[in-house]
């Protein structure tokens, strides 16, 4: 995608050029850890700097950025509290969303999950894809709207970013086949319309993803917090 061309057509710069930079970093093109410098980023869109300024205060409030004084400003690190903090926030909301979800039961909402999942089914037999997990991201979403809890929704929303930056890093580990059986489980519990087993399904789904991850990082994360998630 140009966004030197997006952003010069859009009139909130600012919001812009943070969704472009939350994208690079999650692309890998911008590297965790790495220092950001304004004036680059403005010669490379093509924008003055002050946009840029905006946007990265407004990340640096989102936590996605930190400034050290002196020193300028860097993309977060996550140590090993705030991953089991993220992950342990998604499985209370995740788990919540779904349980309201298979207790409201809406048959229409139901179908257009499956066939979400379907399409995702089929994409897994096409060998020009090579990665299927945005339909993971899309699953999970459609599920919290189906809570209808607005509150619940917002502060999914609030941990967004952090979460998509914590699944780049297992996208790289999971095959097609792994995601769709994966989120398998999720559609059938909801088929079956249990709400209490549905969250035990969606925090037990939450959790494997972070042993995962702490697998994936080992020597960086501690594994003493996996004492917190249920084996």
């Not at 859009?10 to 220092?35: A, D, F």
């Not at 972070?210 to 249920?230: A, D, H, Q, T, W």
């Amino acid at each position: 995608m140009n966004y030197r061309n997006l952003i010069l057509n859009k009139k909130n710069l600012s919001y812009e050029v943070s969704q472009y930079i939350k994208e690079q970093i999650v692309n890998g093109e911008i590297e965790i850890g790495s220092q950001l410098k304004i004036n680059e980023i403005s010669d490379h869109l093509g924008i003055s700097q002050t946009p840029v300024r905006e946007a990265i205060q407004y990340l640096v409030s989102e936590n996605v950025l930190e400034n050290y004084r002196n020193k300028g400003y860097f993309v977060r690190k996550h140590n090993e509290k705030d991953i089991f903090e993220i992950y342990s926030l998604r499985a209370t909301i995740e788990g919540l969303a779904i349980r309201l979800a298979a207790q409201r039961n809406d048959e229409e909402e139901l179908n257009a999950l499956i066939e979400l999942f379907e399409e995702m089914k089929e994409k897994r037999e096409d060998p020009t894809i090579t990665s299927i997990s945005h339909y993971s991201t899309k699953i999970h979403e459609e599920i919290l709207k189906m809570s209808k809890h607005e509150m619940l929704i917002d502060v999914n929303e609030s941990i967004s970013f952090q979460v998509e930056i914590v699944n780049s890093v297992l996208e790289r580990k999971y095959t097609k086949d792994f995601e769709v059986s994966e989120h398998e489980e999720l559609i059938e519990v909801l088929k079956e319309g249990d709400p209490e087993k549905a969250e035990k399904v969606m925090r037990n789904h939450i959790y494997r993803s972070y042993y995962n991850f702490i697998e994936e990082n080992e020597g960086v994360y501690s594994k003493e917090l996996l004492m917190f998630f249920p084996k």
